[in-house]
Structure formats: C-alpha cells, structure tokens
T-cell receptor
Framework: EPEVTQTPSHQVTQMGQEVILRCVPI?????FYWYRQILGQKVEFLVS????????KSEIFDDQFSVERPDGSNFTLKIRSTKLEDSAMYFC?????????????FGNGTRLTVT | GESVGLHLPTLSVQEGDNSIINCAYS??????FIWYKQESGKGPQFIID?????DKRQGQRVTVLLNKTVKHLSLQIAATQPGDSAVYFC??????????FGTGTRLKVLA
C-alpha cells in the first residue's frame, strides 16, 4: 500500500538554526499538509498546499515557516530560526481530495528537538 | 471529555469487551468526519470516516455514529483487542484544505 514517508525520523538542532523537514507524499495525491504534535497533545494543523501554493495556514504558521515542493515528489517544511517551543513531532500528510471526500494519509513524523 | 495539558482522557476496557470513544466537534459547518488511531511513535492512521448526510457507518469491528444536532461523534470498537490500545482522534473538515483534530482519547485494553 502506498505510504507517506518522512525524513529524518529525528532531528536535533540548536536554537536559532534552520531546519528542513522532508516528506514524500503518496504519488498520485495532489494536496499536501503539515501538522504538528507537541508531546502528549493534539495534532495541530499548520498548513495545506496545492498547485504549488499555500491553500490555508494556521496562526502557528508564521513567517519563520515556509513550505516548498521543489520537485515532483518531495514536499518540505522549513523553519528558519528554530525556537525551543518548536520542539514537537511534525507530520506530513497527503490526500487526493481537499476535504470532504477522502481522509488524509500521514507519515510517521519527524521528531524535532530544539536545544 | 476534555484534555488538559498533557493529560489525555483515558478509557480502560477489558479485552473482548466493546469500547466507545466519544468526540465533540466544534464547527456546525463540518461535513466530513474521520477517526484516526495513533500508536506510540507513529503517525495517525485512518480507521473510518463518515459524511454529514449519514448518521452511522460500519467497518470491520468499528462503527462510527454521528449526531449533528449535538455535534457529537462516537467510535465503537467491537471485541476490543490488545492491538487496539492507542490514542484515538476524531477529525472534522469545516472547509476545504483543512482537517481539524480533536484532543484525543487514550484506549487501554486490559488483559
């Protein structure tokens, strides 16, 4: 069964550094998402992306964050200057429909630790 | 129930019993709902979905019930097994390009 893959599984970085989290969505999907989950808490929406542009973003997704689809298979999340509170699990998801007809399929996440 | 900080509501059931996990959603405009299962160290895994024009949908060992009047969703798991132990999230779609997750319930299956 096709799956969403994310790399790395764990990223440790120092406060103020830039990180790029990488995702390969399911190949025939057109809608891509990033979510964040702070340890033990709910899964929070960050951003959705379609047709090479952001479709919707949450208040968490401020100017420190950016997303990109650099080629036909990868989808990345960049955090320009990491803060301690950015430590969380980051999940990438994709779907073949923007909402209302099919579920999101999630990767297993990247655990980001900011020290 | 509501979660506070790091404390998820927990449901403990005996192996073989049925489980019922509840979720209150927030947006009356939501028209599509999904239940996800999340095991430790993994991403959310799709279990079952339901559209707002239905009030019940059954899968293999799982049933989702939707009550739009009170904005309530429930997941029933029949004959709960140890492998069902996980955190369960409901998600709603109040519009396109956005799926909103609930706070989650931890299911513990007792042998």
């Amino acid at each position: 069964e096709p799956e969403v893959t994310q790399t790395p599984s764990h990223q440790v970085t120092q406060m103020g550094q830039e990180v790029i989290l990488r995702c390969v969505p399911i190949s025939n999907h057109l809608y891509f998402y990033w979510y964040r989950q702070i340890l033990g808490q709910k899964v929070e929406f960050l951003v959705s992306f379609y047709n090479n542009e952001i479709s919707e973003k949450s208040e968490i997704f401020d100017d420190q964050f950016s997303v990109e689809r650099p080629d036909g298979s990868n989808f990345t999340l960049k955090i320009r200057s990491t803060k301690l509170e950015d430590s969380a699990m980051y999940f990438c998801a994709s779907s073949d429909d923007p909402g209302g007809n099919s579920p999101l399929h999630f990767g297993n996440g990247t655990r980001l630790t900011v020290t | 129930g509501e979660s506070v900080g790091l404390h998820l509501p927990t449901l403990s059931v005996q192996e073989g019993d049925n489980s019922i996990i509840n979720c209150a959603y927030s947006n009356s405009a939501s028209d599509y709902f999904i239940w996800y299962k999340q095991e430790s160290g993994k991403g959310p895994q799709f279990i079952i979905d339901i559209r707002s024009n239905m009030d019940k949908r059954q899968g293999q060992r799982v049933t989702v019930l939707l009550n739009k009047t009170v904005k309530h969703l429930s997941l029933q798991i029949a004959a709960t097994q140890p492998g069902d132990s996980a955190v369960y999230f409901c998600a709603e779609t109040p519009g396109t390009y956005k799926y909103i997750f609930g706070t989650g319930t931890r299911l513990k299956v007792l042998a």
